[in-house]
């Protein structure tokens, strides 16, 4: 069994669960977007509701990147931890007036409109303040994600974006405005997305509706297409980096873009999965009917992906050389949910065994929960332990 390497005798003084982070692994993700999109008219805005730690998020910013937000606190998270304000994109199917003026107070790159009464908002409290406010239509395209269906998004039953019949009511309230202005179009079909076809149809979706908008006499200057590059959930050491060439090359394929355009990306996942690990020790392990159950002192508190979408995650013991035996892995929470993976094989445990579940930088640490009165976990990294 092929195992990644991490610095045992360090784990051993710190108090488990914990989150570890590779910070070579995050540099090495980031350099290969950067060569990817530099010298071309792209834009990467690292979706901060993926990881916002503040470690993570200086990292990601000192690369020149931009940010995309969901919540006027992400905003002001963003701004803290170094994205310029002229490169945060803001996104949400329910903005606050207190986030709205957040944004407003901070001149950020767009908001994302994702309602018409939204768009209206938008327009009253930028008038109150005598701004302009930046708007990007987020379109729902009503292309498949393929991917989990709580993190699809871009079906017309989905909650989020406007349907293609808002166009005309959206321009219209946008030319009869002075505090609007259209910058483009935004998309996000969903997440975890393997397939790179749907990036293909998300494609040829964006050149049908950019016709419409053409012929309405709008034009488009910034494309976003949102986030939902999947890895490789299965062979953490293996695939640690997503496949960035092959995603970008759709775009540059499928999506011609015109003199002056810009086209904009929200990666949050493929940017900081893999160089995250939920570190945990055995408690017990404990004999069933059927089954042993390996119990371990991280539960779905720590990390809901397995409970909330029936998530794999690739699990190891990173202390032991033992036989192989097959396991449930459990948390110690009272919810029959709190499973993090059902009969695989892992080397024999003993009481106090690292337990390392993979690929957990990303909608790991941001969607801890203090249910059952749990301490949060820490985060250490890498460079720094
Ligand atoms: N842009 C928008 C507007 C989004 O809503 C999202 C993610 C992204 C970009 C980033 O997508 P990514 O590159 O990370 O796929 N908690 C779920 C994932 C929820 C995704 C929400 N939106 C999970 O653990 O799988």
């Known amino acids: 069994m092929i195992k990644g390497t991490f610095p045992i005798k360090k784990f051993d003084a710190l108090e488990t669960p914990f989150y570890y982070y590779d910070i070579e692994l995050l540099h090495k993700t980031l350099d290969i977007i950067k060569k990817e999109t530099e010298n071309k008219p792209y834009h990467i805005h690292y979706a901060i509701k993926a990881n916002s730690n503040p470690r993570i998020l200086k990292e990601i910013a000192a690369y020149g990147f931009g940010a995309d937000c969901v919540s006027g606190n992400e905003v002001l998270r963003a701004l803290e931890y170094g994205f310029p304000a002229e490169k945060i994109a803001f996104a949400g199917v329910g903005k606050t007036d207190r986030e709205i003026n957040i944004g407003l107070d901070n001149d950020i790159f767009s908001f994302n409109v994702e309602s018409l009464p939204e768009l209206a908002r938008i327009d009253f409290l930028?008038?109150?303040?005598?701004?302009?406010?930046?708007?990007?239509?987020?379109?729902?395209?009503?292309v498949d994600a393929h991917t989990h269906k709580y993190i699809t998004t871009g079906l017309t039953e989905n909650k989020f974006g406007l349907n293609e019949q808002d166009i005309p009511a959206a321009l219209q309230i946008i030319t009869q405005s002075a505090h609007l202005s259209l910058i483009g179009i935004h998309f996000h079909i969903g997440s975890q997305i393997t397939d790179l076809s749907s990036f293909e149809n998300l494609?040829?979706?964006?050149?049908?509706?950019?016709?419409?908008?053409?012929?309405?006499?709008?034009?488009?200057?910034?494309?976003?297409?949102?986030?939902?590059?999947?890895?490789?959930y299965q062979h953490p050491n293996h695939c640690p980096i997503a496949d960035f060439e092959a995603y970008f090359r759709v775009f540059e394929k499928y999506l011609k873009l015109q003199d002056g355009q810009t086209l904009h990306f929200e990666l949050g996942r493929s940017v900081v999965a893999s160089c995250g690990t939920l570190i945990s020790r055995v408690i017990y392990e404990k004999q069933g009917v059927s089954k042993k159950f390996l119990i371990i002192d991280a539960g779905m508190t720590d990390l809901i992906r397995p409970a909330l979408y029936q998530a794999f995650h690739h699990i190891e013991n990173i202390s032991s050389d033992g036989g192989l035996t097959k396991y449930d892995v459990v948390g110690p929470i009272c919810e029959s949910s709190d499973v993090f993976v059902k009969d695989i094989w892992l080397n024999e445990a003993q009481r106090n065994n690292l337990i390392a579940i993979r690929s957990a930088g990303a909608y790991g640490e941001v969607m801890v929960s203090q249910y059952n009165c749990r301490e949060l976990p820490k985060s250490y990294f890498s460079d720094t332990l």
């Open 126 to 142: 930028a008038k109150q303040k005598g701004k302009t406010a930046n708007v990007a239509l987020r379109i729902n395209p009503n």
């Open 203 to 232: 494609c040829v979706r964006f050149l049908e509706l950019q016709q419409q908008f053409n012929e309405k006499g709008a034009t488009l200057k910034t494309i976003n297409v949102g986030g939902g590059l999947g890895i490789n």
